[in-house]
């Protein structure tokens, strides 16, 4: 089977022009003139664009690389002090929280809003009717009935919440958890905070305090389940599942389970949706329901609701931002929030000042670093990943890799026989011979550019980046890789295109890699297939291949762990003076030596090593610290206090302002009408559309109507659906688009058996799957 994605043969000038970083002004932005041009363009200069093409006078350069602020100052804040800059305008944003919790916040502040935590509560192991699934049931849901309501939390008694994008298959079952009854309890319950989140939800009136307790409440945060692993080494994206309710309520619910025939079924249900067995759609949306049916049912530890994050913003008319995405689970801690955010008084340019509550506590180093809430928001600005989870749907956001094509298996594809693979022990590429197959091909652009010390990315990069996951040692360096060691069977690089990014007689010259990658268990899901090894890294070679050669001289371990096992430092590239010294007097032996890694030899020359050694050196010398990536920033200054990143508008970054603008304003949809008819459900239904004046903007609804979204070049929604049989599983699923003049038809006729059916639907604009209004229809064949 081949799918071709309609990302893949998306030009650079549609790229560069998408959204208008500088041949369009954005919507509401005065275009400034010539004059004002050649200053920006002066200013990208300066801040260390190198081959930059004629500009002629009366012009401006047509191509804005990189994102909107031309300098990122994350500021380490109390809530306190927090509140009185946004409120002064000198904060632009505050990642983490609501620094003005319940108190009224001036008129210039918005806020995100996003999943913060699940909210559980949990049966006391030691209570006598803890055995009894009834009475632990009752028990359960009498004490989350208790709980009180302060802002920002929302009661709900089903794990898959609307802020999952998996909510539309599960609409049915969470419905009816809000509709049964309240259980009712013979007598008082006693209620403990288990955490300090928890604390508001339980009144003085029935807190156990420090004797005996029914019930704890806890709250388990949604963002640190899965971000942590959403982030690797080689910017790599994590499982596909991540976000998902069904992924989260294992994780959350599990190891509550006190049947061990409820955990075994738990553990095989959750294997066969993570094996990458090929499966439809139909058979893993049952899984997923039976699933979670299963974490739920002995009600050792249920979900009583969650509670929303809000993260303020100054929106102010001139001081403030806008144009700000966010994602729908981790807030403006996500990498959509950089590549967006832009100053309402530099239309592409501007000094953006966020605060954080607390400053980096891990080391920084790419492979097992920035793992603390604000070294993550550092590396995503840093560093730039493969692809990043889509901020409110499934599968992935394309960013220096592009798929052109993923070819299925069935079952498998023939693997050529000059197609390489890594040698366990050494990530040394060698041919595979032949015989060899995979569950799928995928062809992806690999979108280069040069990296912060002045070299440029090729084949080499990648292909050391991808065998490190077989080099790697440290327990958690390898835990963090093996999804790649699972699934990467082999590669080809195909070739080196050349793009042209013409403007007129202004032109712009990019080196594209075009590599063919093998994987295994793709679970028959194009966008499995592209997310599982995507050929890519965001350090180079030779900084990756130094880390490992301190790591192996014992003079620092990528991970807290290993460090503290080995009593050595945990590997920082900018903070440790002491292992900043030692790593540059390494450095000296490796340039000395033009020192090539065993896995790359015969594809790096000594002469190119040494030139790769040296533009380090260079770097670190004038830089102070070993943080080289091609991502948007680079690290310009540090402190306990504040970190500095300045934009690296180098000309030859293939993202410009504005790639990602469709995701700061993501638009929903409205079923309003539902008919059956002719064998089919017909929906009818509103549209957001988003109308601007000036720098304001409104979101407006509207009746859709298909020639009027299109005219308006619109994304057109389509229908999503889920039929739920009378045994409740998934028989049918998919997704229509629309007809003239406006309506959706989910054709019923394939259906098969008597009994009452339950067809779930909703219209989605782009990949926005949360939040949505989810209409559920009866019927009866």
């Given amino acids: 089977m081949r799918f071709a994605l309609p990302s893949a043969r998306r030009s650079r000038r549609a790229d560069a022009g998408r959204g208008g970083p500088v041949t369009t002004a954005p919507a509401g932005i005065r275009r ?287 001081a403030g931002v806008e144009n700000v995405a966010h994602d729908a689970q981790s807030g403006l801690g996500s990498a959509i929030f950089p590549r967006t955010v832009k100053l309402k008084d530099f239309p592409w340019n501007g000094w953006l000042t966020v605060g954080v509550p607390s400053g980096p506590a891990a080391a920084w180093n790419p492979v097992a670093g920035f793992s603390d809430p604000a070294g993550r928001l550092l590396w995503l600005a840093l560093g730039d990943p493969a692809l990043f989870p889509s901020p409110h749907g499934t599968g992935w956001v394309p960013n220096r890799v592009v798929v052109s094509a993923v070819d299925l298996g069935t079952p498998t594809v023939a693997v050529p026989e000059d197609a390489i693979a890594p040698a366990p022990g050494t990530g040394a590429w060698a041919k595979v011979g032949p015989g060899r197959r995979a569950g799928a091909r995928v062809l992806y652009r690999v979108l280069g550019s040069r990296f912060h010390d002045g070299t440029t990315l090729d084949p080499a990069d990648l292909l050391y980046a991808l065998g490190f996951a077989w080099r790697a040692r440290e327990p958690a360096v390898r835990r963090a890789t093996a999804g790649l060691r699972d699934h990467l069977v082999a590669l080809r690089v195909l070739r080196v295109e050349t793009d042209v990014l013409a403007f007129g007689e202004d032109k712009l010259t990019y080196q594209v890699p075009i590599v063919e990658v093998f994987v295994d268990r793709p679970g ?10 995507p050929p890519w890294t965001t350090v180079p070679w030779h900084l990756l291949a130094l880390m490992e050669e301190a790591a192996a001289r014992d003079l620092a371990a990528f991970s807290r762990d290993a460090a503290t096992a080995r009593g050595i430092p945990w590997l920082d590239l900018a903070r440790d003076a002491r292992v900043g010294a030692q790593l540059s007097s390494l450095l000296d032996e490796l340039e000395r030596e033009a020192r090539v890694p065993p896995s790359l030899a015969g594809r790096v020359t000594p002469a190119e090593a040494r030139a790769r050694w040296a533009a380090l050196r260079a770097f670190h010398g004038a830089a102070g610290h070993f943080l080289v990536t091609n991502g948007p920033y680079r690290l310009a200054e540090w402190s306990p206090a504040k970190t500095v990143l300045r934009v690296f508008r180098d000309l030859s970054y293939p993202r410009g302002v504005g790639v990602f603008n469709a995701h700061a304003a993501p638009l929903r949809a409205w079923a309003t009408e539902a008919i059956l008819r002719d064998g089919a ?14 720098r304001e903007q409104r979101v407006v609804r509207e009746p859709f109507v298909k020639r009027e979204v299109e005219q308006d070049r619109r994304a057109l929604p389509v229908a999503r659906y889920v039929v739920v049989a009378p045994d409740g599983s998934v028989v049918a699923a998919g997704a229509v688009p629309a007809t003239d003049p406006g309506e959706f038809r989910i054709a019923l006729d394939g259906l098969t058996g008597p009994g009452r059916y339950e067809i779930l639907a909703a219209l989605t604009v782009d990949d926005v799957r949360t939040n949505l209004p989810v209409r559920i229809v009866t019927w009866t064949r």
Avoid: M
């Fill in 681 to 694: 459900l017909v929906l009818r239904g509103d549209v957001e559309r988003v109308e601007r004046f000036g």
């Fill in 524 to 533: 028959g899901d194009p966008d499995r297939a592209a997310g599982a090894a």
């Fill in 32 to 318: 400034p003139g010539a004059a004002a041009g050649r200053r920006r363009l002066l200013i990208a200069l300066a801040l260390g664009a190198v081959a930059v093409p004629s500009a002629r006078a009366g012009h401006e350069f047509p191509f804005y690389p990189s994102y909107y602020p031309q300098e990122i100052t994350l500021q380490v804040e109390s809530p306190a002090a927090a509140s009185a800059q946004l409120a002064a305008g000198t904060l632009h944003a505050y990642v983490g929280g609501d620094p003005f919790g319940a108190a009224p916040a001036p008129p210039a502040i918005a806020r995100a809003e996003s999943l913060g935590a699940l909210v559980l509560v949990r049966v006391n192991p030691a209570a006598p009717y803890f055995a009894d699934p009834q009475q632990r049931c009752r028990a359960a849901r009498a004490a989350a009935d208790l709980l009180e309501t302060p802002d920002r939390f929302r009661r709900f008694r089903y794990p898959v919440t609307p802020y999952h994008p998996d909510y539309l298959q599960h609409a049915d079952l969470a419905r009816a958890a809000e509709d049964a009854p309240a259980p009712g309890w013979p007598g008082p319950l006693r209620l403990r905070a288990g955490d300090a989140g928890a604390e508001p939800l339980v009144a003085p009136a029935r807190r156990a305090g420090t004797g005996a307790w029914d019930a704890s409440v806890e709250t388990l945060d949604v963002a640190a389940l899965w971000t942590p692993l959403a982030l690797g080494p080689n910017g790599g994206v994590g499982p596909p599942d991540l976000k998902t309710g069904w992924w989260q309520a294992y994780q959350a619910l599990r190891g509550a389970l006190a049947d061990p025939a409820a955990r075994d079924r738990a553990d095989a249900l959750y294997r066969a949706l993570t094996d990458g067995t090929p499966r439809t759609a139909p058979e893993r949306l049952t899984l997923e329901r039976r699933l979670v049916a299963t974490l739920t049912g002995g009600c050792e530890r249920i979900v009583a609701g969650f509670t929303l994050r809000a993260e303020p913003l100054n929106v102010d008319y001139s």
